[in-house]
């Protein structure tokens, strides 16, 4: 298993920037596609971008292509979001997840953090 906490989460203005981190522990940080999600008030949750296991393919939704880039730093056992640009309807709890099977552009991950509050106002 694989245990996974957020953090960088906060209040921005509207076409400001944010840098979510998820740091993982537990079993190799390598063997895992990791993947951001978001949940809205509301709304389902929603994938957000994927990155596979060695970070050189990554998955972006539709709606943050080109604002948002996810990164990952498997000597820190880190994964990242940038988030640049960012809209009022980026508002939501945002959650890190691992898949073990590289299955980074998908929804099905199994392991999920707690999640941290991202609030942009207009």
């Known amino acids: 298993q694989v245990q996974l906490v957020e953090s960088g989460g906060g209040l921005v203005q509207a076409g400001g920037s944010l840098r979510l981190s998820c740091a993982a522990s537990?079993?190799?940080?390598?063997?895992?596609?990791m993947g951001w999600f978001r949940q809205a008030p509301g709304k389902e949750r929603e994938i957000v971008a994927g990155i596979s296991k060695n970070g050189g393919n990554t998955f972006y939704a539709g709606s943050v292509k080109g604002r948002f880039t996810i990164s990952r730093d498997n000597a820190k056992n880190t994964v990242f979001l940038q988030m640049n640009s960012l809209k009022p309807e980026d508002t939501a709890v945002y959650y890190c997840a691992a898949e073990p099977s590289n299955a980074y552009w998908t929804s099905r991950y199994d392991y999920w953090g707690q999640g941290t509050q991202v609030t942009v106002s207009s």
């Open positions: 537990g079993r190799t940080f390598s063997s895992y596609a």
